[in-house]
């Protein structure tokens, strides 16, 4: 249900481009902070912060303890989100960020298949067509980066890492639709956060460092961006149709494309735009026939 509110027509727009804008910050300090300390930890640090921020605002909203299906596709999620995030982030350590944000973009592509599978929904012509439109603009990328100077075993490992995490991410969509029929936007967020947390503490005995406090700072960044992102786009899909707004879902890769060069030298080759265009295309193409929103903002 639409909300009633008066606002601005333009608002919905506004902080739907800022809550991306504002996600790809974050994933640039997440980069940053990978480097420094390891996916691992960069991760795991940054959903402890989030569960600081996101469990007394949900409170404070009147928050209910979930029970039953809604606890159990939350922990599901977590689990997701744990291993969805850490291998983007991983990835994005031999990947410039607009690089692996374009390859994260075919999620939606192979979510159609797992919907399929999971679900029982069809799959026809087009979406097959948008499929391989997609694979076409990663094997762009990867050839691409594959092919500079020879055999990068890094950047193999990071193309892997992320194209595994848009596998993750494209389940990710299933419980998130899932989700959306038992649970509002603020309690998955929380949750999310909640379980992530304790999944990647699993392992902190073993994995788990305290960052330096300026590394600390670009994780409690993250966290606190990712929380605001969050609830703008919630917000602003909350007020208009998906088809509007979907458009700017893509806006994310020419951030990446300015916050990796800004905060980390990177430029931007003619293959990823070449291949990004693909992808875009084909996630385009199916989105018209599916109305699927992506929300890049689950990571």
């Known amino acids: 249900?639409?909300?009633?509110?008066?606002?601005?027509?333009?608002?919905?727009?506004?902080?739907?481009?800022?809550?991306?804008?504002?996600?790809?910050?974050?994933?640039?300090?997440?980069?940053?902070?990978?480097?420094?300390?390891?996916?691992?930890?960069?991760?795991?640090?940054?959903s402890l912060v989030g569960v600081t921020v996101m469990l007394p605002y949900w409170r404070l909203r009147g928050g209910i303890w979930p029970r039953g299906e809604a606890l159990r596709l939350h922990a599901m999620r977590g689990l997701t989100s744990a291993f969805m995030a850490t291998t983007f982030?991983?990835?994005?350590?031999?990947?410039?960020?607009?690089?692996?944000?374009?390859?994260?973009?075919?999620?939606?592509?192979?979510?159609?298949?797992?919907?399929?599978?999971l679900l029982g929904e069809t799959i026809g012509r087009r979406a097959v067509f948008a499929s391989l439109l997609g694979l076409a603009g990663v094997v762009v990328i990867a050839a691409a980066r594959l092919g500079q100077g020879g055999y990068d075993e890094n950047a193999a490992w990071g193309i892997a890492a992320i194209l595994a995490s848009a596998v993750l991410y494209a389940w990710n969509l299933i419980l998130q639709k899932r989700q959306a029929l038992v649970a509002g936007p603020i309690e998955v967020a929380t949750f999310q956060a909640v379980f992530t947390s304790l999944f990647l503490a699993l392992v902190a005995p073993w994995l788990a460092a305290l960052p330096p406090l300026s590394v600390m700072g670009h994780i409690g960044g993250s966290a606190l961006l990712?929380?605001?992102?969050?609830?703008?786009?919630?917000?602003?899909?909350?007020?208009?149709?998906?088809?509007?707004?979907?458009?700017?879902?893509?806006?994310?890769?020419?951030?990446?494309?300015?916050?990796?060069?800004?905060?980390?030298?990177?430029?931007?080759?003619?293959?990823?735009?070449?291949?990004?265009?693909?992808?875009?295309v084909g996630c385009w193409i199916a989105a018209r026939k599916q109305g699927m929103h992506t929300e890049q903002t689950a990571l």
């Open 1 to 46: 249900m639409r909300s009633t509110e008066t606002h601005h027509p333009l608002m919905p727009f506004l902080a739907v481009a800022t809550g991306i804008a504002t996600f790809s910050v974050m994933d640039a300090l997440m980069k940053g902070a990978s480097l420094a300390v390891g996916a691992y930890n960069a991760m795991f640090w940054r």
């Open 89 to 117: 982030f991983y990835g994005l350590k031999f990947l410039p960020l607009a690089e692996g944000m374009a390859i994260s973009f075919i999620a939606p592509l192979i979510a159609l298949y797992l919907a399929a599978v």
């Open 226 to 280: 990712a929380t605001i992102s969050l609830m703008l786009i919630s917000w602003g899909y909350g007020r208009a149709e998906t088809q509007v707004l979907l458009p700017l879902e893509y806006s994310a890769f020419i951030w990446a494309a300015i916050m990796g060069w800004f905060m980390f030298g990177e430029g931007l080759s003619l293959p990823t735009i070449a291949g990004a265009a693909l992808i875009v």
